[in-house]
């Protein structure tokens, strides 16, 4: 099974409030640069302005964009761009997927360098469900405890038939952070919160 087939309806309602909130807060408009590290043009469906957006992900992708989406193929740890080259860079659920935290320091101070503003969000570690996996708690185990049960004991290997090689090296590249080290990522940004049920769900860093 497609994972993304099962994410995506659950999503809707969250990602439309979390992109108004983006609107909100830097009112892009049809002469806006945006790049999006690690996205699709999925997020960019709840905008009803139309800005200038550059999809950077590792593997490019087939799907069939409007004129004002580019797509480029790069990692977000080495963008192959200028200082400043965008108005603004966004990613959302990337951060905790690039490596260890020398791969998250690398990730965020590119982010931080080619744009001046700057909105990236990554899940709570602190939250009680961990939303890669789909299942509750499972992110407070051990982490030699994870990749021993990660194929048979969360929803998200019975969803897609994950092998244990698999369940595990999803296990290994997923690092979730907690609000000081994502703050300690991008110290000249304001870190925000998103909440569900009084739960720090995830983490918004913003800089404008």
Not at 7 to 15: E, F
């Amino acid at each position: 099974m497609d994972i993304h087939r099962v994410y995506r309806p659950l999503l809707r309602r969250s990602r439309r409030r979390r992109m108004q909130r983006f609107a909100e807060r830097f009112r892009p408009d049809a002469a806006t640069r945006i790049l999006d590290v690690g996205g699709t043009a999925f997020n960019w469906e709840f905008l009803a302005e139309r800005p200038e957006v550059t999809l950077l992900n590792l593997a490019s992708g087939d799907e069939a964009l409007p004129s004002r989406f580019s797509r480029v193929t790069a990692s977000g740890v080495a963008l192959p761009y200028a200082d400043a080259s965008f108005d603004i860079v966004f990613s959302n659920s990337v951060i905790e997927h690039v490596g260890d935290l020398e791969a998250q320091r690398a990730f965020a101070a590119e982010l931080r360098r080619v744009a001046p503003r700057v909105w990236v969000q990554t899940p709570a570690r602190g939250f009680f469900f961990e939303p890669h996996l789909l299942t509750p708690f499972f992110h407070y185990l051990p982490r030699r405890w994870q990749r021993r049960w990660a194929h048979w004991g969360t929803v998200w290997a019975w969803l897609t038939g994950a092998s244990r090689e698999q369940a595990a090296r999803f296990v290994d590249g997923t690092r979730l952070l907690d609000a000081a080290e994502f703050a300690s990522l991008f110290p000249d940004c304001t870190l925000q919160r998103e909440r569900f049920l009084g739960w720090t769900k995830s983490y918004v860093v913003v800089r404008d």
